[in-house]
């Protein structure tokens, strides 16, 4: 029953903000991008580097893992490793990046109990992590355009998996416009604009030709 009396203007707690989520990206390396078939490989790359950029104007923490860099998968690809210049990448042979103590601490350094995450393959890289990380009380949100299978069923079924445990499934854009959430924010507002026209797609045009006709301000 709602009480009248003790609704407020306020967000849920289960929003996204800058200051209560980190971003984990696990495994988008070429020989993971290889076996993948799930869906279009070009838009899967797409969103990464989107997902990347919307952590990067917010400022939120970001954990880059690999699997096997240098004796099978090859390393971080370069659009995303781009977005963080300098920043260490966490590489394991576990396939369950919970496994490997190096990157359970930098998960823990973020100081962060929200943990959004995206890597291939969906139904191991991602499901390890992300049921193992919500069995000791984080909360899981898993970027679904973000990440990619070895097959269409083997995405979705690894999807419904993580969800009946209690993950929740996002997208990128979801992701970068939860950060924002209110176009009166100006000092992130360009910022986000740009990552919409760089990887929104259409929405990016609408962007663009919005701010041809009516100013660069429109798109809010």
């Not at 990067?56 to 977005?83: N, W, Y």
């Amino acid at each position: 029953m709602v009480d009248i009396a003790e609704v407020t203007a306020a967000p849920s707690p289960d929003l996204l903000t800058p200051d209560n989520c980190a971003v984990l990206f696990v495994d988008h390396q070429p020989q993971m991008f290889f076996g993948t078939g799930s869906g279009d490989r070009t838009a899967i790359i797409n969103a990464t580097v989107g997902l990347a950029k919307a952590a990067k104007v917010f400022d939120v923490p970001t954990v880059l893992s690999t699997v096997a860099a240098e004796s099978f998968s090859g390393p971080l690809m370069p659009q995303l490793a781009d977005v963080f210049p300098g920043q260490k990448i966490v590489d394991r042979s576990t396939m369950n990046a919970w496994e490997d103590e190096a990157f359970v601490e930098a998960v823990k350094a973020t100081g962060r109990k929200k943990l959004v995450i995206a890597g291939l393959w969906t139904e191991v890289c991602v499901v390890l992590p992300a049921l193992s990380a919500l069995a000791q009380g984080y909360e899981v949100y898993v970027v679904t355009d973000a990440s990619g299978g070895v097959s269409p069923q083997a995405h979705e079924h690894a999807v419904q998996r993580m969800v009946q445990a209690g993950v929740v499934p996002v997208t990128w854009v979801q992701v970068l416009l939860e950060l924002q959430r209110d176009w009166a924010r100006a000092e992130t507002y360009m910022p986000v604009m740009d990552v919409v026209k760089e990887h929104g797609g259409t929405y990016g045009l609408g962007v663009v030709y919005a701010q041809a006709f009516i100013g660069e301000h429109a798109a809010g």
